[in-house]
């Protein structure tokens, strides 16, 4: 790929649009200039075509619902992280694009449904990957505690699950990922089920477990 130094934060929605998503996109971009990178934030399918992906180094999907890309935006996303592109998805981009195989691979897992916001513990299982580095072994955490179709593991790194005895409505039982990575569509791809919340793009903690994550999809970090 060519040098790259922009990062695309995309927000479109055709199903249940999150009220975080403008405090979520403030974050991201903040968090990619202190990074070094340019932000842009954009819910136009357009800005998926192989010629303005050029200079990306990751798309970040924040809580992104439906079926948000047109037949030319699902090719070049394709393209762009088969090359070395990064992708990272937040909360709701497991919602995402439930009819395009490929997405689903890309993402880990889709989303399946969730009991009330409450607090719980979040385990974290890999302390050596700069998303969930600073974090404790258990982490107390207020969040949409989302279930998945299938579990991901095998098929991914998994850094961090939710221990579903801390919580009322969970279905996926002692094993239950809430965040993980891959490379092997190519491009890096980190995918967090955190951050339902406006509140939480301010939290440091959670700030902090973004960065780690922009980072190591844009190969800034190991």
Do not use: K
Request: charge should be negative.
């Amino acid at each position: 790929m060519p040098a790259a130094d922009r990062v695309l934060v995309y927000t479109r929605t055709t199903g249940y649009r999150h009220a975080s998503i403008p405090a979520g996109a403030a974050a991201l971009a903040e968090l990619a200039e202190g990074a070094g990178l340019r932000a842009e934030h954009t819910e136009d399918p357009a800005a998926f075509r192989a010629r303005s992906l050029r200079d990306c180094a990751a798309v970040v999907f924040l809580s992104t619902s439906g079926e948000v890309l047109d037949p030319e935006g699902r090719e070049a996303l394709t393209g762009f992280v088969a090359s070395g592109g990064g992708y990272l998805g937040v909360h709701g981009a497991s919602t995402t694009e439930y009819d395009w195989p490929y997405y689903g691979e890309l993402v880990g897992a889709r989303f399946d449904g969730h009991p009330e916001i409450q607090p719980a513990v979040v385990t974290v299982e890999d302390a050596d990957h700069p998303a969930t580095a600073h974090l404790p072994a258990r982490w107390e955490w207020t969040d949409e505690w989302y279930g998945f179709r299938a579990n991901p593991r095998g098929a991914v790194r998994v850094l961090a699950g939710v221990d579903e005895s801390t919580y009322r409505g969970g279905g996926m039982g002692a094993d239950h990922p809430l965040v993980w990575c891959h490379e092997r569509c190519g491009g890096r791809a980190l995918y967090t089920a955190l951050g339902h919340a406006a509140e939480s793009y301010a939290q440091p903690a959670f700030r902090e477990h973004l960065r780690g994550a922009l980072r190591w999809v844009t190969r800034l970090a190991n």
